[in-house]
Each structure stands twice: as C-alpha cells, then as structure tokens.
C-alpha cells in the first residue's frame, strides 16, 4: 500500500512530463518572406527589421537617390548617407575601424556602367536615368581588369572596407543581379557569395526582387539566354569569431578533374579525400 510519503517520490513518467518542453509563439502567416514582386523600397523595410535593430549606427555609401530608404523612418537609426556624387568613394570609407553596426552597398552592377570610354556606358538615350541611378556617368579608367571582372573588383573591394569599418556581429546588406556578360552567363549572387566568405563574411540570409514591368531589348535577333527580370539583397553578417563552416569547398575540391578520382589537391597543399574513399 502506497503512503503519503511514496506519493511524492518522483517517478519516471513524473520528471519527463515536468521537464519536456513547451513550444511559444502563434500560429501567423504574418512573417518576413525570401521572395517578393515588388520594388526596391517595400522591400528594404523588411530587411532592416530582421537584422538592423533600431538604434544602430547604419551607413548606406551607395545612397543616390535615397530609394531604399523612401519607406523607412531614419530617424530610428544614427543614419550616414553618402555616394560619389557627395565625394566619398565607397572604396576609401571616411569612417573608423570598427565604427558602424551594419553597411548597405548597391553599385552598378552592369558591366556596360563601367566601361572604359563615356561613349560607350550603358543607359543612353532613353535610359538615362537608369545611368543616373546606378553610376556617376563617368568612364572607368584603364586598368587590366574588363567587362564583368571589373564589377566583381568593385564588390570584393568594397568589401574589405566593409569589414574594416563594421563591428564584429555587424550587418553587410549588399543588392547585386547576375548578369550575362561577353555572351557568357556570370552568376553575381553566387560569386559574392563564395569571394565574401573568403573574407570571413557569413551570408546570413537572400532577399529576390522581381521586377513589375517586363524588361525591353533593343535590336534582339536571337536569344540566347534567359533575360534577368529579378536581383538580389544579400545579407553578411561579420562574425564576432570565426563560424564552423561547412565542407563544401572541400568536397567541390574532392571531385576536380585536376587528380585523380580519389584524390585532388587542395590550394594549401593538402589532399582532399573523395567521400566514396573508406579509407
């Protein structure tokens, strides 16, 4: 016969039902989404409230004509806008090391906006205020580097004053679009990607616009590749220390054609094992 004191001794069934854990939170379709068609501005809002809280110290240095921010109260935030035309090159960032909780970069992200003769820069004629949103108008000057690799110099560039400026934990919030360039199809958002995570970047999440309108080409004889209607918003966040990461560049490595199928070399000198190898 069980007594008082039996009563209280916990049995098993006891503790896992005290100590299993409740989910919080409501059922709501009412959250933040990857995919939207819209513009620019409608969407921007949703990125700052996920990841810049109220407060911080933001700087967009690619500011133009303020489209992003048409929808945000800045007030909220110890706000610095800057660009070209205001006289600071994104590229040399007048600010301190470790300065700023999150930046925000959209460069032209054509290669025909840097083109080495003002002659030959995309968005003449009836384009023009496309020019005038994405670029100063003016001719890249001559260097090695042409059509999509001077895009990438920009966006890699750039970068490195981003994390020299950005706090540890800091927000990277980056637009970009693919583009096809000497009838070659270059994959920007992957590119970033990859190159921001070289720098110690870690891309936290993606953002895809799709364009209302339909794009116009002037003077199609043939297509040869599927014409870019959407871009991209990418968010870094620079670690406080260095994140876990995954094997992937590793395994990619495991399967290059430049060793054997077992085997490759890998760019520090160590061989990489094929993930059939058992050993």
């Keep these: 016969m069980k007594t008082d004191t039996d009563q209280s001794i916990p049995n098993q069934e006891n503790v896992t039902r005290r100590t299993k854990r409740t989910q919080s939170g ?14 620019n501005m409608d969407i921007f809002p949703n990125i700052l409230h996920l990841y810049v809280p109220k407060g911080s110290r933001i700087a967009d240095v690619t500011y133009g004509k303020g489209v992003f921010w048409r929808n945000v ?20 960032l007048p600010y301190e090391d470790l300065s700023f909780d999150s930046i925000v970069f959209d460069p032209p992200y054509m290669e025909g906006l840097y083109r080495r003769e003002e002659g030959h820069l995309a968005g003449g ?44 934990g800091g927000t ?12 070659r199809q270059k994959l920007t958002h992957v590119e970033l990607i990859y190159g921001y995570e070289q720098l110690g970047f870690y891309c936290k999440d993606l953002f895809v616009v799709t364009r209302h309108n339909k794009p116009v080409v002037s003077r199609l004889v043939k297509q040869e590749h599927a014409r870019k209607n959407h871009s991209y918003f990418l968010v870094f966040i620079k670690p406080a220390k260095k994140l876990p990461y995954s094997n992937f560049r590793p395994l990619l490595r495991s399967y ?21 190898d058992n050993g």
């Design 26 to 39: 409501i059922a709501t379709t009412d959250v933040v989404v990857t995919s939207y068609d819209g513009s």
């Design 73 to 92: 109260n800045v007030a909220d935030y110890e706000f610095f806008p800057s660009d070209l035309k205001t006289g600071t090159d994104a590229r040399n």
């Design 125 to 168: 004629g009836t384009h023009a205020s496309f020019r005038d949103y994405y670029s100063n108008g003016q001719a890249t000057p001559r260097g090695e580097l042409k059509y999509h690799d001077v895009v990438l110099d920009m966006y890699m560039t750039v970068a490195c004053e981003a994390d020299r400026v950005l706090k540890p």
């Design 172 to 183: 990277f919030i980056v637009k970009c679009q693919d583009e096809v360039s000497a009838n």
């Design 256 to 276: 290059s054609s430049a060793g054997s199928p077992s085997e490759s070399s890998s760019n520090d000198g160590k061989s990489v094992v094929h993930p059939s």
